[in-house]
Every structure is written in structure tokens, then in C-alpha cells.
């Protein structure tokens, strides 16, 4: 994933996914490398963050350098990546441009739920004889992604792939003030949307309500062509009659026949066809790109809304009470860090991190949701951590004004040792007895209770003094071998059932009980 559209995603801003076999396969170069680069603008300007999905050498890419862009758009031998192409694409280390389909899987792994495309596949004309069916309408059925199209290509039979989608329980709505489903080039087509959505507003409460309910199947908005720029249905369709006879007669089928007939429409019509094709791509870019910043705006609101709110949960919730941090690595390029105040070339990425924000994610994914209780500033990083961290129950995180939320950098060495660490720590002394006891009765019933050494002493015995009372389990992971000790300045350790230190923060825990070290380990390191 390109860091700018991770960045983007990790602080919740909207992202809207492109394709790229409109470049590897819809049209000429240069044409072909000015339009991705026109379409990532208008997504841009009107407040979103681009990610063209392609394969380079074998990896899936979510978002593209210009120089990936051009290498795409230049070269001859891609492949056309719709889901059935990816492992043998992905194996033989091949590049390509991926379908809706391909794109689809890319952008919903990604965490990216707006997806802009020119037209989708769907049933081609004589389906109900050779069960040519586009890849594109199974996966509208299977993978939450919202797809913004000018509708299906008006060389398909339109009217069997609304059936299709239908069968696959696909949401359709047609965008703006009528049902009328468009054709592409063209604005009618003959057939009704099951349902209309009049802006950006309306789609983005569809788009949220589909991807609130988990149905795991995909939404379609079906956006009609600019009217000044839609080329007549009577002149496509006869262009459309004559491809279709030389795609026949040439024994053209499969996935290699929606180029054809595109480029053969394009020369049939003089163009007019081409130019329509690109209104109706930069459109659909500035069209789902305003939807995608209105979803991001509801998300946001709903969101804040949701986290003062405590969720009762059958059974008992584990809980996880510990740190979070905003964590910058800095990876040196070179062998040597050079000091004296110089600049050394290497790569910064952000991460989120915190012992117990890990334990806690750890156990989410396992599906086992853990109470989280933490603190974090209200600052720049706490909406991104609590984007990132939408799949766990953040619900008890104290958000405190005048705060800092925690960062830690560290600068590593390019053999990947670290040189130096820098931690801005304070906020966890907030992890107070007083604050984790306003939920007694969770850690009373709780199968699990896990705990980090970032943890003020007093909330740690606090803790143990619990667990001894209502025979609770609690793990203890040390931290670092400074915090390591806390627990066992006290009797606190006995109510402990797990305990995970590396070797130095079990020497120093050896040392607080006044116990001498096992011959030999003085050399371990």
C-alpha cells in the first residue's frame, strides 16, 4: 500500500480506489497515462485520496508512483487481472492491470470502501447460450466494496446482468433524479434501477447502511454519462451490431473481447465514442469521489457518537488495560548512523502500537473482543488511532484535553538493531486506580484479565488485590526491562497466572526478589 493512501486510511480521510485495466487495456499510449493522471487529480481536488490498483512484478499494488503509472500504461505485455488471474499472475511474478473484479479484492484487503470505475462487466449479449458472464457481477455479490459506474457497458445485455446482480443480492441505484439505469455512452438504456439515489448525501447513507449490516456483498451506483458529452443510444447500438458481427466472424470471446469491441466502436463512431468514455470517467471520478468524502464525514459522526456509549456483552468480555502509542520507526539506509547533527537517509513510517493496545487488537482478531482501558490525548493522533482501531471496543478510552496521546520513535540501524529510542510516555500515568476501578464489575467477571507495565504501580496492585479476591487470570507482559519490576516490589506478583518477559526483563525481575542468577546466564544476551 502506497504510504500516502495508508496514511490516509489510518487517519480515516476518504479513499477511492481506481482501476487500471482501462489503462493496460482500454486505450492507446500516451492517452491512455494523461487519463489515469487526469482521474487521480479529480479525485484529489474534490477532497479525496486516489489508489490505483495494479500488479507490478508479481505484487499487488494499492496505489501508484507516476513512473508505476507510466511503466502500466506503456507497456505491451500485461495481463488483464480479474480474481480467477491473481495466483498465477501473483506466482509467476507477472504485471497487470486489474478488472472491477481484481480491483474489488485489492481495495476491500486494503481497508477501502469507495471504489470508481468507467463501466462494469456483466452478462455479454447471447449469455443464455455461452454463459459468458463478467467476473465483475459475482464479485459485486461477495466483497463489500461500493462501486461507482456510468452502469454496464452498453455492449452487454444490460438487461439480464440487472437480473444477475439481483440474483447475487447486489444493491443497485441509479445517481441523480431518475431510475433510469444508464448505458455507458449512453444515458438510457430502457431499463429501471431498482432504486435512485438523489446525491452524494443519499449514496453515502446507502453505502453505510449496506456496509453496517455485514451482508458482505457489494453496491452499485449507477451514474449517467454528462448529457452535453453522451453519445446517441441509436448510433451506438448499430455500431455495437457491426463489432459484434466482426468479433464473430474473428472468433473473438472471453475477456479479450470487451477491448475489441471498444476500440472497434471507437473507430466506427468516429470517436465520439472515445470522448464520451472519458466524460463519463472523469464524472464518475468527481461524482464518487464527493460520496466518498460524504461516507468519511458520516463514518466520523457516527463514530463520535458511538464512544462515550458502554456495550453490555454475553459472555464476559476479557480486558486489557495498558498503553497505547504512536509509534515513528526511522530506518537508517546505510550501514553507519553518522552523528554530529548530520542527516541520514532512510525511511520514517508511522505505526500504532502500545503493548496493550497490541494484546487488545491481538484478541479482537481472535474473536474474543477485549474491554480496552487506556488513555490517549485529544490531539492530532487519537481520531487516527481510533480509526485504526475501529474493530476493537475503544468504548473506556479516556480522551483527555491538554493531554499528549503517547509516541515513541525509534531510530534503527539498518541491520534492523536499534540505535536510539525517544518516548513520550506520560499520558499512561492517566491508567489510574481510580479510572480502572470505575469498572470493577467487568474485571470481576472478566476469563481474562491482561495488563501492560506502562501501568501506574497502584493500578497494578489494585489489580492483583482483585484477582486474589474473585480468583481472576492475569497476564502480565513486563514492557521493557525498566517496568519490568512491578509487580514484584510487592507481594502483587502472587496473584499473576502469566507472565511473558524476555531475558532481560526477567534478570531484572530476578534481581527485585533477591534471587541469584542461574550460573551461566550473565553471558546470555
Known amino acids: 500500500i502506497q504510504p500516502s493512501v495508508q496514511e490516509a486510511l489510518m487517519e480515516g480521510r476518504p479513499v477511492v480506489a481506481l482501476e487500471s485495466t482501462i489503462i493496460t487495456h482500454g486505450m492507446a499510449y500516451p492517452q491512455n497515462l494523461s487519463m489515469a493522471r487526469e482521474v487521480e487529480e479529480i479525485v484529489t481536488t474534490n477532497g479525496a485520496v486516489p489508489a490505483t490498483v495494479g500488479i507490478l512484478r508479481g505484487r499487488i499494488h494499492v496505489g501508484l508512483t507516476d513512473e508505476e503509472l507510466e511503466f502500466l500504461a506503456s507497456s505491451k505485455n500485461v495481463v488483464k487481472v480479474s480474481r480467477r488471474d491473481l495466483p498465477f499472475v501473483l506466482s509467476q511474478g507477472l ?11 485489492a481495495a476491500h484487503k486494503a481497508g477501502i470502501s469507495m471504489f470508481v470505475t468507467g463501466g462494469i462487466g456483466g452478462v455479454h449479449r447471447g449469455g443464455e447460450n455461452t454463459l459468458d458472464v463478467s467476473a465483475d457481477l ?3 455479490g461477495r466483497t463489500p466494496v461500493a462501486v461507482v459506474s456510468a452502469g454496464v457497458k452498453s455492449i452487454l445485455d444490460i438487461g439480464r446482468t440487472l437480473e444477475y446482480l439481483e440474483t447475487q443480492g447486489v444493491c443497485v441505484a441509479a445517481f441523480g433524479e431518475s431510475r433510469e439505469f444508464p448505458a455507458f455512452f449512453s444515458r438510457q438504456s430502457g431499463f429501471q434501477a431498482p432504486y435512485h439515489v438523489r446525491d452524494e448525501e443519499e449514496a453515502a447513507e446507502l453505502i ?3 456496509l453496517g449490516l455485514g451482508l458482505s456483498s457489494g453496491v452499485l451506483i449507477a451514474v449517467p454519462c454528462p448529457e452535453e458529452r453522451a453519445a446517441s443510444g441509436q448510433v451506438i447500438e448499430e455500431a455495437i451490431q457491426q463489432a459484434l458481427g466482426e468479433a464473430r466472424s474473428k472468433g473473438i470471446t472471453g475477456k479479450e473481447l470487451t477491448p475489441f469491441m471498444l476500440q472497434k466502436i471507437n473507430e466506427l463512431t468516429d470517436g465520439r465514442s472515445l470522448d464520451s468514455n472519458l466524460a463519463l470517467i472523469q464524472n464518475n471520478a468527481r461524482v464518487g469521489s464527493c460520496i466518498a468524502v460524504a461516507l468519511s464525514k458520516l463514518q466520523k459522526a457516527r463514530r463520535k457518537g458511538k464512544l462515550p456509549q458502554q456495550e453490555n456483552t454475553t459472555p464476559p468480555q476479557p480486558v486489557v488495560i495498558g498503553g497505547i502509542n504512536v509509534d515513528f520507526i526511522a530506518k537508517a539506509q546505510n550501514p553507519v548512523i553518522l552523528g554530529g547533527g548530520q542527516t541520514n537517509t532512510g525511511r520514517v513510517r508511522r505505526t500504532f502500537g502500545g503493548v496493550g493496545r497490541n494484546l487488545a487488537d491481538c484478541l479482537s482478531r481472535l474473536g474474543r473482543t477485549p474491554l480496552f482501558l487506556s488513555a490517549v490525548g485529544k490531539d492530532e493522533h487519537s481520531e487516527s488511532i481510533l480509526h485504526y482501531c ?36 506520560d499520558i499512561h500515568h492517566q491508567i489510574t486506580e481510580q479510572y480502572v476501578s470505575q469498572f470493577k464489575e467487568n474485571l470481576c467477571q472478566a476469563p481474562l484479565v491482561c495488563i501492560d507495565g506502562n501501568v501506574p504501580l497502584s493500578t497494578i496492585q489494585y489489580v492483583c488485590q482483585l484477582a486474589r479476591e474473585h480468583q481472576l487470570a492475569v497476564c502480565y507482559e513486563p514492557t521493557d526491562e525498566n517496568k519490568a519490576s512491578k509487580p514484584f516490589l510487592s507481594d502483587s506478583w502472587k496473584a499473576l497466572t502469566y507472565i511473558s518477559p524476555n531475558l532481560q526483563e526477567l534478570r531484572a525481575i530476578n534481581r527485585t526478589l533477591g534471587n541469584p542468577l542461574p550460573a551461566g546466564i550473565e553471558y546470555l544476551k
Open 390 to 425: 475501529h474493530h476493537m471496543d475503544m468504548t473506556a478510552i479516556l480522551q483527555l484535553e491538554g493531554k499528549s496521546t503517547a509516541t515513541y520513535c525509534a531510530v534503527i540501524t539498518s541491520a534492523g538493531e536499534l540505535s536510539v529510542g525517544l518516548g513520550d510516555m
Open 138 to 140: 459475482t464479485e459485486l
Open 95 to 105: 504485471s497487470g492491470g486489474t478488472t472491477v473484479s481484481g480491483t474489488m479484492i
Open 208 to 210: 453505510a447502511s449496506a
